[in-house]
């Protein structure tokens, strides 16, 4: 038992420097999104599969930039895909913009 917390604390301290861009990714993405797409961000966006609107957010900053790479990272719509609409207008609204931003630089 003791091994297994130390193995976790190891863990943790080689993935700040992840943690810190990854939430820092997560905060641009916020930025990109309307009001209404950024509300509620801890209640669940899959009833299904128990999966936070947070989390699919983060899956898609952290680079799933397709409803089926989503799915992979985070199980949501995993059962019968009735979040899937969700989920994609969350997809056009965080990958239309970097589409947009890459046209311009
Ligand atoms: S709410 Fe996501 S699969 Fe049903």
Redesign the pocket.
């Known amino acids: 038992m003791k091994s297994k917390d130390t193995n976790i604390e190891a863990t943790s301290n080689n993935t700040d420097d992840q943690t810190g861009s990854a939430d820092n990714a997560y905060q641009i993405g916020l930025d990109k999104l309307p009001d209404n797409l950024k509300q509620d961000l801890d209640n ?6 128990g ?1 936070t609107r947070s989390e699919v957010i983060h899956a898609i900053c952290e680079g799933a930039d397709t409803f089926i790479k989503v799915r992979a990272k985070t199980y ?9 609409e969700e989920i994609e207008e969350l997809l056009e609204c965080l990958t239309a913009e970097e589409e947009e931003s890459t046209k311009d630089s």
Do not use: D, T, W
Request: glycine share 6%.
């Open positions: 669940y966006l899959c009833l299904c599969n999966v949501a719509s995993a059962g019968n895909a009735c979040c899937r």
